[in-house]
């Protein structure tokens, strides 16, 4: 996984407003991962982001000092990524702002590279179209922490939304989003291939997948080598 520093200068560039993005708190009683979305950047590159809350609507309490992670994946499959501390809450009517100091460190990863194997995994999801949400199931052909290849019979445009659900060994992931990047011919008749790109993992999915496809590449390494 190659990880490429980005000079701080450059974190309005690549980091735009309203972009949503995943916080991680290391420690207290709100550790975990949450969602919030960039509210400001100012010209001493502090990055203002509104209350994180959880999938359970749980807003995490960050106090003057504490180290967080913010981080999301960008339209070219890369995830840009930057540790800060919070200077300071700003309340604005019934809004709570967290401003954050100049990033300690900034870096965009290419989650996709040499981490995607390929596999046959079951999967259902669903999809808004036409004015409603659509129930089907399909496979995932190969997976990284980027995205997937998904084959199905259901007609998909790229930039649906999906929601997918799906095993990885004993653990299953559940409401993964991601949006279809590409389509592909097959040849078969009544079968589809989706380049999908995920669009919205927590740090616990995100570490799963990578933690999956490592093992994944171990074991097809061993097998080559007819050590299995």
Not at 215 to 220: D, F, K, S, V
């Amino acid at each position: 996984m190659r990880r490429e520093p980005i000079r701080v200068a450059d974190i309005g560039k690549v980091i735009p407003i309203g972009q949503k993005v995943m916080v991680y708190i290391e420690e207290g009683n709100f550790a975990g991962t949450y969602s919030s979305y960039i509210y400001d950047v100012d010209e001493n590159y502090n990055v203002y982001i509104a209350m994180p809350t959880n999938e359970n609507g749980l807003k995490a309490v960050i106090r003057e000092g504490d180290r967080v992670e913010v981080s999301f994946v960008n339209n070219k499959g890369f995830r840009i990524g930057f540790t800060s501390r919070l200077l300071e809450t700003i309340k604005k009517g019934d809004r709570v702002i967290y401003k954050l100091g100049k990033p300690e460190s900034l870096a965009r990863v290419e989650l996709r590279e040499n981490f995607r194997v390929p596999v046959l995994i079951e999967t259902q999801f669903y999809v808004f179209k036409g004015g409603k949400i659509e129930k089907s199931n399909g496979t995932i052909l190969d997976i990284s922490a980027g995205g997937v290849k998904l084959s199905t019979d259901l007609d998909l445009e790229v930039r649906d939304k999906l929601f997918m659900d799906f095993k990885l060994g004993d653990k299953k992931l559940e409401e993964i989003e991601a949006e279809v990047v590409r389509k592909a011919i097959t040849g078969e008749e009544g079968v589809k291939h989706y380049g999908l790109r995920f669009t919205d993992l927590t740090k616990e999915q995100e570490d799963a997948i990578i933690k999956f496809c490592l093992a994944r590449q171990i074991e097809l390494a061993r097998k080559m080598r007819g050590l299995e």
